[in-house]
């Protein structure tokens, strides 16, 4: 039986490891449990397993994917494929080079190859579309799987890039699968993260080994990632993620929210900010705690609005951050990522890259500097944001946060005198195979905030923090029906304006401090967005 290329269904792929069955399975029962489930698509990859051994397998697990009118891919072993007139073979790049396989397989066979880099797409564009017909991408997340990791985990970041190279490279016949670490708390993740920036493509399937071949119950196993596959939202906060633009109106009403839901707000974040932080916390009728014992992170995401502020500016142990992260992704509640110093030197670089792979953050909010460095457009230091004549180049950070907040499905914010808003998190939406319909980062709304300078702002410590404590209240404090762009927005435009008042009312930056306290507590019990100084305007 000859599976026609383009009838290949990608969505679920499993692939086989019977090293690591369960007491009671064998290689044919998970299998077949898995195709029994909506498994799309199966490679048997047996690294230790002697040829005689791995034919007579091989043929079992082809007669249980006929049944099920699957095909059967074979990993490596091309004598073996062709030995059983498989569907297709995998490879990888220290395998049989793919001109080769072609050959050997004919041009009806499913050709899969593993692939991490722009150079390895670069190659099989050449080749043309009679090659490669799929690509594995990965290693997405760490893995026990794969016995000798030759690559680093790559993240959703990472496999957007090779789907950016197929774009650029035009391999458009080309299909793709991720691989590495998937599981039930990240498949949605990375099915709605990972899709080109040109919004045209995005995974045509998920590739997985352990979480069905080492399950006790590969049924439900494979229904669950079934139900996750075929879902449509990837609902990550308990609020409303469309983005409407924000009104007056729309903006008291969250304030209304977080006063009466009194939300708890997690720091974890550098010591400097630590009590300003929490006085800020308060002053907007919320509940601020600064706890970084991991033990207890979980049970403080579970209390009633609870919302995590994450400030790597002072570095917690990178574990406790990502069992905050874990925690608080795990019951749905909002994370809001401050990446302080984010490309300044290589620790934090990589420490906020990691982070940002670990998780799904509803606001990721950063200064000009971060937000540029982010959306990886900061490539010339030397030019910067402020052009010789001084002022900001404010198209440019914009086109800046809307590539932040569309990478990472957030709502992006940049700070600075003027401050920019945008929200790339398409409502939840995800699909498998295409992406957002060609809807690109400088499609997404965004909106800009400003007040005039406020140059005593940058005299005080925690300023910049503090704006993301206030964000993590104002998210954290929301209903489900709440919106989650009027809330960041709502945020920053009490933030400016409070910023504003307070700076014509001190004498230096002691009393700054004090007037800033004082005029959030202020406007934010006063509830009247209508009276704030700061303007908003669509960009
Ligand atoms: C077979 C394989 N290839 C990978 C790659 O990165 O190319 S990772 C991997 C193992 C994936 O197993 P699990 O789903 O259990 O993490
Ligand atoms: C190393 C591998 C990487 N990817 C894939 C697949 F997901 F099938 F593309 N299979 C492998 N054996
Ligand atoms: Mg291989």
Redesign the pocket.
Known sequence: MVFAKEDVDYSLYL?T?STMLPPGTTLCSQVEAGLKNGVTLVQI?EKDTETKNFIEEALEVQKICKKYNVPLII?DRIDVAMAIDADGVHV?QEDMPIPMVRKLLGSSKILGW?V?KRSEVETLAKWGPDMVDYV?V????P????KN?K?TPMGTQGAISVLNALEEFKATWCRTVG????HPDNIQRVICQCVSSNGKRSLDGI?????I??STDACAATQKLKTLINGTKYQFVECKLDATLPTAASIQKVLFQVSSNRPLVQHITNKVHQNFGANVTLALGSSPIMSEIESEVSELARIPNASLLLNTGTVAPIGMLKAAINAYNEVNRPITFDPVGYSATETRFHLNNTLLTYGQFACIKGNYSEILSLAELNKDKMKGVDSSSGDTDINLVARATQIVAFKYRTVAVCTGEIDCIADGTFGGEYKLSSGTAGVTAEDIPCVLIEDGPIPIMGDITASGCSLGSTIACFIGGLDPTGNLFDAVVGAVLLYKSAGKLASTHCQGSGSFHFQLIDALYQLFHENKPEKWSASLKKF
């Open positions: 692939v490891d990859r990993n990888g593993s991490g594995g990965g290693t997405l997340f893995t026990l799987t794969k990791p690559k691989i590495g670490g998937i590739s997985l080994v352990s979480d071949m080492a």
